[in-house]
């Protein structure tokens, strides 16, 4: 859902503004080209975390942690609350501090009564890539089913699973729902134990996809504003391909996916065999119209810097 929600949006704002370089690497991933970032940096000599050999499709560079998993997370994250503040104001908290909905995990959004009958809305933002470094790696089901290598491990750590079947039964059949299970705690174990809670995953591919409950929470917001914009966001942030509040707040979201999986794609590091491009000595008259005056009128007329332009 709203995979190429971006390709639609007018770059006359900030927030649906997107670097030439981060939609040229999301055009060719969607088309499953090579990058030209990766490629212009030498991909068979660029190594990947655990001494890989970097990828030119860029899978590997969205699974190294040094890259930066929480600054799209935290991107991506604010870029969704801005929206539910839009709907919900100030009822919206990002990661609450005191709350007692877990343990180990802080949720990443709450609000006040925008759950199901009422209740507590608890969402946990999970951002995550289908494929692989190692194409053996890669699930099958992602290729017929949206969100079928990332949505069923993520909904089984956030929600947990109850033992099924016997260990006998050999491993567990989509098809059929046959097999065994083993039990899995979940992550939001107290928080889904609460009456007053409704617990969400709001899961995101570096593709571009949503999944259903954000797809839920996208309608309820148009619903609850009748899917009309307001005077401030008619005027400052509408332009000609959105006309609803729906398109609106769904290209802003769209856009930060795109701009934060190509960033981690671009910074690709060269490893000691590949040739590094060299920086150019800073000018030794820098510092002296620094220090004269930051205009070139003043540098033509400073003695020092005439003395250093004197022919020897």
Same mark, same amino acid.
């Given at each position: 859902y709203q995979a190429g929600a971006f390709l639609n949006a007018v770059p006359s704002r900030r927030d649906f503004r997107i670097p030439t370089w981060a939609l040229r690497i999301a055009v060719q991933r969607r088309l499953g080209l090579p990058l030209d970032e990766a490629l212009a940096r030498g991909a068979p000599t660029c190594s990947a975390r655990g001494g890989k050999v970097q990828d030119p499709l860029g899978?590997?560079? *969205?699974?190294i942690g040094r890259l930066g998993h929480c600054g799209r997370h935290n991107s991506l994250l604010?870029?969704?609350a801005k929206v539910m503040r839009s709907v919900w104001g100030m009822l919206v908290e990002v990661e609450p501090r005191d709350h007692g909905y877990s343990n180990d995990y802080r949720p990443d959004v709450s609000v006040a009564g925008a759950g199901r009958s009422r209740s507590r809305l608890v969402g946990d933002v999970k951002f995550k890539d289908p494929l692989s470094s190692n194409p053996e790696d890669v699930g099958q089901r992602g290729a017929f089913v949206g969100l079928g290598n990332t949505e069923p491990g993520t909904s089984a750590d956030v929600f947990g699973l109850e033992q099924r079947g016997a260990v006998g039964d050999g491993d567990?059949?989509? *098809?059929?729902?046959?097999?065994?299970v083993a039990y899995k705690k979940a992550d939001y174990a107290h928080a889904l134990s609460r009456s007053d809670t409704d617990v969400q995953m709001y899961l995101f591919e570096t593709f571009g996809g949503w999944c259903n409950a954000?797809?839920?929470?996208?309608?309820?917001?148009?619903?609850?504003?009748?899917n009309k914009l307001s005077k401030r966001q008619h005027?400052?942030?509408?332009?000609?391909?959105t006309r609803s509040w729906l398109s609106l707040q769904a290209q802003a979201p769209s856009a930060c996916q795109s701009r934060c999986s190509s960033r981690r794609r671009k910074r690709l590091r060269p490893s000691s065999g590949s040739p590094r491009?060299?920086?150019t000595p800073p000018s030794p008259r820098l510092p002296c119209v620094t220090t004269c005056l930051s205009v070139f009128v003043a540098w033509r007329l400073c003695p020092v810097c005439a003395a250093s332009r004197a022919p020897e």
């Open positions: 899978d590997a560079a *969205s699974n604010a870029a969704l567990f059949r989509p *098809s059929d729902g046959g097999g065994y954000v797809k839920r929470l996208f309608y309820q917001m148009k619903d609850k504003v009748r005027e400052d942030e509408a332009s000609w391909s491009r060299r920086r």
